[in-house]
C-alpha cells in the first residue's frame, strides 16, 4: 500500500543502479546530492547538482536551503531519481523532497560509486594544461 508511510522510512522507493540508468535514459531527472566538490570530479551525463548536506569543519551539516533549491529547477510532479556516493544521502533527500510533496522520487541504492563500478558513462572534468 502506498497510500500511507511511517516519517522514518519516508516511503522511499530505492531501486538498484541499473534500473536507476534505465529510468534516466527514458526521461526521469537525475539529482546529485553529493556535495559541488564531489560533483565536479564526475557525475552521470546530465546530472543536476543540489547537495543534501555541506562537509564543515564542525562535521556534516544539512543544506538548510535544499528543497528550495530543487524546486527552483525540479517540479513537483517531475520524475526524479536521486543519487548520492553510497545512497545514504539520497535517502534522506528522498524522505525530505516526499515530505514536501515530490510525487515521484526513487532513491539510487549504491549511488555513483556503483554507477562507476558498473561501468555506467560519467562526465568528468577536462583537465586543462
Not at 91 to 112: E, I, P, S, T, W
Request: with cysteine; net charge negative; hydrophobic share 35%.
Amino acid at each position: 500500500m502506498a497510500s500511507s508511510s511511517s516519517p522514518s522510512s519516508g516511503g522511499v522507493e530505492t531501486v538498484d543502479v541499473g534500473a536507476a540508468k534505465s529510468l534516466v535514459g527514458s526521461g526521469h531527472l537525475y539529482l546529485d546530492v553529493r556535495t559541488i566538490e564531489e560533483f565536479n570530479k564526475g557525475h552521470p551525463e546530465n546530472a543536476l547538482n543540489v547537495p543534501y548536506m555541506f562537509f564543515t569543519p564542525q562535521g556534516r551539516e544539512t543544506n538548510p536551503q535544499f528543497l528550495e533549491q530543487v524546486s527552483s529547477i525540479c517540479s513537483k510532479d517531475d520524475f526524479i531519481v536521486v543519487g548520492c556516493q553510497s545512497g545514504v544521502r539520497s535517502h534522506h533527500a528522498c524522505v525530505d523532497l516526499l515530505n514536501a510533496g515530490f510525487k515521484n522520487v526513487k532513491n539510487m541504492g549504491g549511488g555513483y560509486g556503483a554507477w562507476v563500478d558498473n561501468g555506467f558513462a560519467v562526465k568528468k572534468p577536462q583537465q586543462e594544461l
